[in-house]
């Protein structure tokens, strides 16, 4: 039974909340403990809830919407930090296939849609960030990426997907049920630990480097603020393949959390369309910014001033259009608001970082 939420426990459960916006925050600058770390809390926010006899009412709809949140970052952080081209675009194919599923399993309900759609991409950008923390990426094909993904995809993740989703398990449960859960997890775990140092380990490659958990430096001709606008200004164009991608990426990111908002009145395709103009707008606000040269050096200013213009834009909508069905309070606004401007500004500032890469690697 659900207790009423005491001052205590909402103060944990902000602090959970806040963490799972906060944290992956940091895995464009700390890839690997950056995303291992929102794994755990995704694995431990539920558990932390039970331990204080507190229940979130509809939580398992906010997680998977804060799940692809967390991914997005990954995402943009991918854009910024691989140098495999080729990764990239497995990573590209693997985030949004799952985007894509989570949206169809909030929309149906139908839990055998995340098991079609299973978070492949999770363990392939750990997988990648952990190579790359010792091995050079550059030296390992398309058709080596797709294998490793299919791997991941296969012997990971349906049935890790199987176990939360179709049979609904919980390795928490578990161990507190059965008595012999906890030795076996052990005994399992000092197993792969023996595999992995003494199969594993003594057929790796010599390292390439010590352990590097920051990204690689950008490239030197797209390393600076000034450079990623002039590079926009030359390259963007506000109806383009950026634009398009930065629509999908958002708009199904609010759908997502929209289905979650008990205050939203509207349908989904209200909030993909009022999501896409925004995106729209801020495209061309961005293309005019670049080319007059009034770059922001510092990403975090950059990400306000946007949110300063997309609340601007907000309010003389609503002054000159004509009112729908669709309707957001205050603070649903704001975070949507904030949730676009995030997006946007990362999306804008990294992505001309990948299309430096991909000219090199394609010359």
């Known amino acids: 039974m659900m207790c009423p939420m005491d001052t205590g426990v909402a103060i944990v459960f902000v602090a959970v909340v ?53 991914l997005a970052i990954a995402y943009l952080a991918m854009l910024r930090n691989w140098t495999s081209v080729a990764a990239v675009e497995v990573g590209f ?27 492949t991409f999770e363990y392939f950008f750990i997988a990648y960030e952990t190579l790359r923390a010792r091995w050079s990426p550059l030296a390992l094909a398309l058709s080596w990426w797709i294998g490793a993904a299919a791997a991941i995809w296969v012997v990971v993740k349906l049935p890790q997907e199987w176990w ?10 578990l161990l507190i049920e059965y008595r012999w859960a906890p030795v076996l997890l052990f005994v399992l775990v000092l197993l792969l630990g023996a595999v992995l140092q003494l199969v594993v380990r003594p057929r790796l490659p010599r390292a390439d480097w010590d352990w590097r958990l920051r990204p690689e430096p950008l490239p030197e001709e797209i390393d600076e603020a000034h450079e990623q606008a002039a590079w926009r200004a030359e390259h963007d164009r506000v109806l383009s393949w950026a634009t398009l991608e930065k629509v999908v990426l958002v708009g199904l990111l609010a759908v997502v959390f929209g289905q979650q908002l008990p205050d939203f009145t509207g349908t989904s395709t209200d909030l993909f369309i009022g999501t896409a103009v925004v995106v729209v707008l801020n495209a061309a606000v961005t293309l005019v910014v670049a080319r007059r040269g009034w770059t922001t050096v510092s990403l975090s200013a950059a990400f306000v001033v946007r949110l300063l213009v997309n609340v601007v834009l907000v309010l003389v909508a609503d002054e000159l259009l004509p009112g729908g069905e669709a309707r957001l309070d205050g603070y649903d606004t704001m975070f949507f608001l904030s949730l676009i401007s995030l997006i946007t500004t990362l999306h804008d500032r990294w992505r001309p970082v990948h299309q430096v890469r991909a000219a090199v690697a394609a010359a």
């Open 18 to 70: 806040g963490a799972r916006f906060l944290l992956p925050l940091t895995i464009p600058f700390f890839p690997l403990p950056g995303i291992v770390a929102c794994l755990v809390l995704d694995g431990v926010d539920q558990t932390i809830f039970q331990a204080f006899g507190y229940d979130p009412p509809g939580y398992q709809g906010y997680d998977k919407a804060m799940d692809v949140y967390y």
């Open 93 to 119: 194919f693997l985030y949004f296939y799952r985007l894509i599923g989570v949206l169809l399993f909030e929309l149906t309900q139908a839990r055998a849609l995340l098991l079609v759609f299973p978070n």
């Open 164 to 173: 939360i989703h179709i049979a609904q398990l919980d390795v928490t449960d």
